[in-house]
């Protein structure tokens, strides 16, 4: 005997308009390879899309560097010896605020040791 479908929603469901799109945040670990003052190449085992936006939060000597940046080239990392089964990841920034330009600036010239 089948019993009668119990629901258990405390509120109803509400269809989404079309071409609404949501994004979910993920967290990925890189490897800063290296950084210049217009962007950074990273290293991760996670395969990356041109294109795609991403948030870099690290720190840079003893500054805290938090910065927007978008994917312009990847490499499969594969044939290099160290990085098997990485990808090599260059971005470009592309939200710097004052405080991120003065920390990459301060590590670039060598200050931040």
Do not use: C
């Not at 990808?87 to 301060?106: K, M, Q, W």
């Amino acid at each position: 005997m089948a019993e009668a479908f119990l629901e258990r929603r405390r509120e109803p469901r509400v269809p989404m308009m079309d071409g609404l799109e949501v994004g979910l945040p993920t967290a990925l670990t890189v490897r800063l390879v290296d950084i210049s003052a217009g962007g950074v190449l990273l290293s991760t085992s996670q395969k990356m899309s041109i294109g795609q936006r991403a948030r870099l939060h690290t720190t840079l000597g003893a500054d805290p560097f938090n910065v927007e940046v978008e994917v312009r080239r990847v490499v499969d990392g594969s044939l290099e010896g160290d990085n098997r089964g990485r990808y090599r990841v260059g971005a470009v920034f592309t939200t710097l605020d004052e405080v991120s330009s003065r920390s990459v600036n301060h590590f670039l010239s060598g200050d931040s040791q």
